[in-house]
Every structure is written in structure tokens, then in C-alpha cells.
């Protein structure tokens, strides 16, 4: 496999991101909303590179090509922001690259990443019912699941179930 790197974000990769997210099969089923507006990507660029204290995306970078972005996030919902905040992650790989094991090594390397780089305790996802491919990266990754929360996203013309996942510091291996 070629190698796989994390990078912040550049201009070419917005424009990547819009030619390949901006519809139901390249977003994929479950991460298709709807339009949005990518200026959005841009403005965001400029401001802070994606790298902000709240949350944060990069590039992911198969050998020097930009095959897709993870993103990291703040979610207080578990109690007060001082004292629960904890990082939930996302991913999304261009259509052609996915089911070759890069979202495998992606998260990997982004859980390794935000347990290097900030104090948070626990990482979370939260990923459609049906997307059994991420459900299967995050048990490979040692994630645990934690439970259905039910109907809890409107996606495609009707209600969706989510399954929760966590990884704590202790748990993470660097040879998962
Ligand atoms: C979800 C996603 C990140 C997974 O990355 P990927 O590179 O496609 O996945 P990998 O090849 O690393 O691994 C997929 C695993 O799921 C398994 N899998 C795939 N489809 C499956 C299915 N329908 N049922 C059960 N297992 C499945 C594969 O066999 C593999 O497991 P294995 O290594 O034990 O054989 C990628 O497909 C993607 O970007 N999808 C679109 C966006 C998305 O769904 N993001 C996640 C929600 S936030």
C-alpha cells in the first residue's frame, strides 16, 4: 500500500472536496444531506486553516494525492464543558478509494493524532445504523459501541438510527 499521511488542508483539496462530496453517491448514502455551501471551506481556510480549538479537519493523502478529509469536533454533550468535552471524529473518502483499508489507516492515524496532540480522554463517533464498513474500521480500531441513538437523524426522506462509538486514552494501541 502506498502510504497514507495526514495534511492540513490547501485550496486544491476544497475544490476536490466540492467535485466529489456534492452529491449522493460521492458524499455515500449515509453522509448524503443534501446541497451545502462549500464557500463555506473557504472562508474557514482562510480564517484558520482548519485548525481551530473546537475542532479541526486535514487532508488525507495517499502518497502526494488528496484521497479524501477526516474532521474532528467538540461534543459537550455529556455534561459541562469543562469537566466532559470530548473530540467526536468523521471521515469521508472520493467514492473510488474507499473499501481498499485507507479508512482503516485514516482513523488510525487521526485517533493517534488528537491523542498526541490535545488531553481529551475519550474519542467518539457516531455513524449511520447501516454503515456497517465504518462500523467495522471503528471495532478494528478498538472502539467500543455503546448503543443505538434512535431516529435521531433525518437523511434521505426519512429517520435514521445512529450507533454510538468511544475510545478512551488507555485503550488506544499504536498497533491497532
Ligand atoms: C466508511 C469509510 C471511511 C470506510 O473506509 P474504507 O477505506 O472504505 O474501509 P476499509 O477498507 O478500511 O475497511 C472496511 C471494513 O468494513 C468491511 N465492510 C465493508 N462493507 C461491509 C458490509 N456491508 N458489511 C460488513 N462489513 C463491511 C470490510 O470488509 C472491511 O473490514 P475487514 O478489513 O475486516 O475486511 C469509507 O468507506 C467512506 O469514506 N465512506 C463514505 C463516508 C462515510 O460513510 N463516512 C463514515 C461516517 S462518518
Avoid at 480564517?47 to 469536533?73: C, M, N, P, Y
Avoid at 468535552?85 to 488510525?108: D, S
Amino acid at each position: 500500500m502506498q502510504e497514507l499521511s495526514l495534511h492540513k488542508l490547501r485550496h486544491s483539496d476544497i475544490d476536490l472536496f466540492e467535485e466529489n462530496f456534492q452529491s449522493r453517491a460521492g458524499a455515500s448514502e449515509y453522509q448524503w444531506f443534501g446541497f451545502w455551501d462549500t464557500n463555506k471551506l473557504r472562508t474557514r481556510l482562510e480564517q484558520d486553516q482548519f485548525i481551530g480549538s473546537h475542532d479541526g479537519a486535514l487532508a488525507v493523502r495517499l502518497g502526494e494525492r488528496t484521497i479524501g478529509k477526516v474532521d474532528w469536533f467538540t461534543v459537550n454533550s455529556w455534561g459541562r464543558p469543562n469537566t466532559s468535552a470530548c473530540w467526536e471524529i468523521a471521515i469521508g473518502l472520493f467514492a473510488k478509494y474507499r473499501g481498499q483499508g485507507y479508512g482503516t489507516v485514516a482513523q488510525r492515524l487521526l485517533v493517534e493524532y488528537l491523542f498526541t496532540h490535545y488531553p481529551r480522554h475519550r474519542l467518539q463517533a457516531t455513524t449511520a445504523a447501516e454503515n456497517l464498513a465504518e462500523q467495522r474500521v471503528l471495532e478494528k480500531l478498538g472502539f467500543t459501541r455503546e448503543g443505538v441513538i434512535r431516529q435521531s437523524q433525518w437523511r434521505g426522506g426519512a429517520w435514521h438510527d445512529q450507533v454510538i462509538y468511544s475510545l478512551l486514552r488507555h485503550e488506544f494501541s499504536d498497533e491497532m
